[in-house]
């Protein structure tokens, strides 16, 4: 598939004639002598190996197909699942990429933001120059799941960028549709890349819950970069109260700032019945941002009769209840997994009008992947990593 070099992400640019009669030369694109015809990635060859750098022939983009040069991608903590090949899924046992098709090597980066730069000859809603950020969940394209905008949830085929399709850990990179790419306008696009995971994934949940009135409250389970998102787009978006939930009494008191009516420990003693009881035994919803065994019997002790738990967190685990409680509360229990097109539409447009917090960016060059995955593993990065490649 690929072939190593050693000499880092460095561009080798290679300057083609149009060939006679092709007409996958977009009109925008006449005017650029250079075609981007070599990405330079990096991936990893084994499961739970390092990453290294590999270089690959791209063909011209045809049909629908978008080139973008990467300025900007997230370093995701699920990079760090996807590295070691799978999920705990509680009980000593592991899902398994792949067994669920994913071919090595694998170029992670799903947090994709860059420059578009060759449109292939059906392209209409972007061109060579746009600042855009890439939808990465991407499934058939066809079915009436992916047409609807929820290709990450897709039953036929997943063509995620960074898992089987090459990802932003690299220079180039080649999205199958323009359908995928959404412009940025004048956001930074640092912040913008870490809507594609983060960001969705925030705002996915939300969209799970029913419409709540002023009365309502819902609880926000971890209070990370991702929570604390949902706390801003709660807070700018919803009438509902928030109860905010974390162990840490800095993430409580930033959770406040970002709109938060009231902030709870979860270590505290009696620590259900006592946010219970604050919020008026009127929670209408809790979003679990942890997805651990404690945050979920919290999130359904938590909230009244009718009440909806949104399972977000991916810490593993198995979950376990006594089932009439389902009937007695009239329970919904929903799991969300990232978000759909829409959602990453609804996102870029929301920021640019509601402050988002602003989760700390740690922007590093794209050939200290391995070094800043090992960070996050180790817990030493505060806030988001955002590779740039050279
Ligand atoms: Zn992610
Ligand atoms: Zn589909």
């Given at each position: 598939m690929g072939r190593r070099h050693g000499?880092?992400?460095n561009y080798t640019l290679s300057v083609l004639p149009a060939p006679?009669?092709?007409?996958?030369?977009?009109a925008s694109l006449r005017a650029t002598p250079m075609k981007f015809r070599c990405a330079h990635r990096w991936a990893f060859t084994r499961w739970g190996g390092p990453l290294e750098t590999l270089e690959d022939p791209l063909e011209p983009a045809t049909g629908n197909e978008v080139t973008i040069r990467v300025t900007h991608c997230g370093i995701c903590h699920s990079d760090l699942h996807i590295r070691a090949g799978g999920f705990d899924m509680g009980g000593g046992r592991m899902s398994s990429l792949e067994r669920a098709g994913t071919r090595l090597p694998v170029t992670m980066g799903h947090e994709i933001c860059g420059e578009v730069v060759e449109v292939g000859?059906?392209?209409?809603s972007v061109a060579a120059g746009d600042r855009v950020v890439a939808?990465?969940?991407?499934?058939?394209?066809?079915?009436a799941v992916c047409e609807r905008g929820d290709d990450h949830l897709c039953p036929k085929a997943a063509n995620n960028l960074g898992l089987q399709r090459p990802g932003g850990y690299s220079d180039l990179v080649r999205v199958p549709h323009d359908r995928y790419l959404v412009p940025i306008g004048s956001l930074d696009p640092a912040r913008a890349?870490?809507?594609?995971?983060a960001g969705i994934t925030a705002w996915g949940a939300i969209r799970k819950l029913s419409p709540a009135t002023a009365d309502d409250w819902i609880a926000v389970i971890g209070c990370g970069g991702v929570g604390m998102t949902a706390v801003a787009l709660l807070a700018a978006t919803s009438p509902a109260r928030i109860a905010a939930i974390d162990p840490d009494p800095a993430k409580r008191e930033a959770a406040l700032r970002y709109g938060a009516t009231a902030a709870f420990d979860p270590?505290?003693?009696?620590a259900a019945k006592t946010i219970a009881e604050a919020c008026g035994n009127n929670l209408a919803g809790a979003i679990d941002f942890v997805g651990a065994e404690s945050s979920s019997s919290l999130a359904v002790n938590l909230v009244r009769r009718t009440g909806e738990v949104v399972i977000v967190g991916l810490f593993g685990g198995e979950f376990r209840m006594p089932l009439p409680m389902f009937a007695l509360k009239s329970l919904s229990i929903l799991g969300s997994y990232v978000g759909g097109l829409n959602d990453l539409r609804d996102l870029v447009d929301l920021a640019q009008r509601v402050e988002l917090p602003e989760i700390p960016l740690d922007l590093r060059p794209l050939a200290s992947v391995n070094e800043s995955l090992d960070d996050l593993a180790n817990g030493r990065v505060v806030g988001r990593v955002i590779l740039q490649p050279a």
């Amino acid at each position: 598939m690929g072939r190593r070099h050693g000499g880092g992400a460095n561009y080798t640019l290679s300057v083609l004639p149009a060939p006679a009669g092709v007409r996958s030369i977009n009109a925008s694109l006449r005017a650029t002598p250079m075609k981007f015809r070599c990405a330079h990635r990096w991936a990893f060859t084994r499961w739970g190996g390092p990453l290294e750098t590999l270089e690959d022939p791209l063909e011209p983009a045809t049909g629908n197909e978008v080139t973008i040069r990467v300025t900007h991608c997230g370093i995701c903590h699920s990079d760090l699942h996807i590295r070691a090949g799978g999920f705990d899924m509680g009980g000593g046992r592991m899902s398994s990429l792949e067994r669920a098709g994913t071919r090595l090597p694998v170029t992670m980066g799903h947090e994709i933001c860059g420059e578009v730069v060759e449109v292939g000859p059906e392209v209409r809603s972007v061109a060579a120059g746009d600042r855009v950020v890439a939808y990465p969940w991407i499934g058939c394209g066809s079915c009436a799941v992916c047409e609807r905008g929820d290709d990450h949830l897709c039953p036929k085929a997943a063509n995620n960028l960074g898992l089987q399709r090459p990802g932003g850990y690299s220079d180039l990179v080649r999205v199958p549709h323009d359908r995928y790419l959404v412009p940025i306008g004048s956001l930074d696009p640092a912040r913008a890349a870490t809507f594609a995971c983060a960001g969705i994934t925030a705002w996915g949940a939300i969209r799970k819950l029913s419409p709540a009135t002023a009365d309502d409250w819902i609880a926000v389970i971890g209070c990370g970069g991702v929570g604390m998102t949902a706390v801003a787009l709660l807070a700018a978006t919803s009438p509902a109260r928030i109860a905010a939930i974390d162990p840490d009494p800095a993430k409580r008191e930033a959770a406040l700032r970002y709109g938060a009516t009231a902030a709870f420990d979860p270590g505290a003693d009696k620590a259900a019945k006592t946010i219970a009881e604050a919020c008026g035994n009127n929670l209408a919803g809790a979003i679990d941002f942890v997805g651990a065994e404690s945050s979920s019997s919290l999130a359904v002790n938590l909230v009244r009769r009718t009440g909806e738990v949104v399972i977000v967190g991916l810490f593993g685990g198995e979950f376990r209840m006594p089932l009439p409680m389902f009937a007695l509360k009239s329970l919904s229990i929903l799991g969300s997994y990232v978000g759909g097109l829409n959602d990453l539409r609804d996102l870029v447009d929301l920021a640019q009008r509601v402050e988002l917090p602003e989760i700390p960016l740690d922007l590093r060059p794209l050939a200290s992947v391995n070094e800043s995955l090992d960070d996050l593993a180790n817990g030493r990065v505060v806030g988001r990593v955002i590779l740039q490649p050279a």
